[in-house]
């Protein structure tokens, strides 16, 4: 069974950083686009940032130039690094990815919460 797991939530302060790490229990060449996706309490679901295989990547307007996305092949592991973060980004943070098989999968979640 193919599964998908978070790491590098917690907390931290205004401004601060984090970096989100999202291990794939198969090869990560077994995927396609993968990306993060994050849910606050009482929202619906978001989508933070993808990239593709070939790197080509997309953000949310509220994360462009604080977030970037990145997928290390030789690790296997997709990435997220947070900077300059805000009250608004606490979260429960998801990794996706889309199979070649054209299945998707989604990690159990990791917590960031942003607070002073």
């Known amino acids: 069974q193919v599964q998908l797991v978070e790491s590098g939530g917690g907390l931290v302060q205004p401004g601060g950083s984090l970096r989100l790490s999202c291990a794939p229990s198969?090869?990560?060449?077994?995927?396609?686009?993968m990306g993060w996706y994050r849910q606050a309490p009482g929202k619906q679901r978001e989508r933070v940032a993808t990239?593709?295989?070939?790197?080509?990547?997309n953000y949310a307007d509220s994360v462009k130039g604080r977030f970037t996305i990145s997928r290390d092949n030789a690790w296997s592991t997709l990435y997220l690094q947070m900077n300059s973060l805000k009250p608004d980004d606490t979260a429960v943070y998801y990794c996706n990815g889309l199979t070649v098989n054209g299945i998707t999968y989604w990690g159990q979640g990791t917590q960031v919460t942003v607070s002073s």
């Open positions: 990239i593709t295989t070939g790197g080509t990547t």
């Open positions: 198969v090869g990560i060449f077994s995927f396609n686009d």
